[in-house]
């Protein structure tokens, strides 16, 4: 049985595709996997809400404050639990405590606007 050129052409289109797909997972897979660096920022939950079009991530805001009357930092971050998104949402305006991990990279906003994605908060007393 005889392939036609158009017949080859198609069958070498669907393999280039199906192996850039598997490029870009793979290479999703290891942004979201290895993080780059991670730490502990302190401060003032200020904002936290549910976004996207098609993704919904948590998004939120942390001012951190050095000393009293001083300009707070702004620190944004993403979270890809429901329930610490869920346990934050109920210390709104109070001082917290976030760990994060910082993952550079990340090829799209399905996984957070932010490349910090926080995995534990607790509320500083």
């Known amino acids: 049985m005889r392939t ?10 669907i393999l280039v595709i199906l192996l850039a797909g598997g490029a ?16 502990d920022r302190v401060g003032y939950l200020q904002k936290l809400s549910k976004k996207g ?4 991530t948590w ?5 951190m404050v050095t000393m009293p009357g001083a300009i707070p930092e702004k620190f944004y971050f993403s979270i890809r639990s429901d329930a610490i ?8 305006g109070k001082r917290v405590g976030l760990k994060y991990k910082q ?10 606007e932010t490349e910090y994605f926080v995995y534990e ?3 500083m007393e």
């Open 24 to 39: 870009v997972a793979a290479y999703t897979w290891a942004a979201l996997t290895w993080n780059y660096s991670e730490g």
């Open 103 to 112: 993952h550079l990279g990340v090829p799209t906003s399905c996984f957070g």
């Open 4 to 13: 036609s050129s158009s017949g080859k052409a198609l069958l070498v289109s």
């Open 121 to 123: 908060a607790v509320v």
């Open 59 to 63: 998004e939120g805001e942390l001012a």
């Open 53 to 56: 079009w098609l993704c919904k």
């Open 85 to 92: 998104a869920a346990r934050l949402n109920r210390t709104m």
